[in-house]
């Protein structure tokens, strides 16, 4: 697992009203492609771009805390970033999230940008 850093800020991502559970979106931040989903009624934000591939995860298919790569099938846990299929080998990199008063909040890391 690869964790963003140090947290600069948090930023508003989404109302979690608007992604229920089973459900994810790309979401941009700091000027970072971010995956956004929701595992049972928990919110989790990954890197949105495949580790082998530029692929949008989040036109893949989410079943549990896997997401599946659009494009060759990789998959990655999106709780904690883990490449569990190739052809990827690389983990996904992890932001913190906190929910507050319906507010998805993502840590963007010091700097904004990878």
């Given at each position: ?36 989903a ?50 990827a ?6 932001y ?19």
């Amino acid at each position: 697992m690869v964790r963003a850093g140090s947290v600069s800020a948090f930023v508003e991502a989404a109302q979690a009203a608007e992604l229920p559970p089973g459900r994810m979106k790309r979401i941009d931040v700091g000027g970072r492609r971010i995956l956004l989903a929701n595992v049972a009624g928990r919110f989790y934000a990954v890197d949105d771009t495949c580790t082998h591939e530029e692929a949008s995860l989040s036109k893949g298919f989410l079943k549990g805390e896997l997401v599946k790569c659009p494009l060759h099938g990789s998959r990655f846990n999106v709780c904690t970033g883990k490449a569990l299929e190739e052809p990827a080998e690389e983990d996904l990199r992890t932001y913190p999230v906190r929910l507050e008063g319906g507010h998805i909040l993502i840590g963007v890391p010091e700097g904004g940008t990878p």
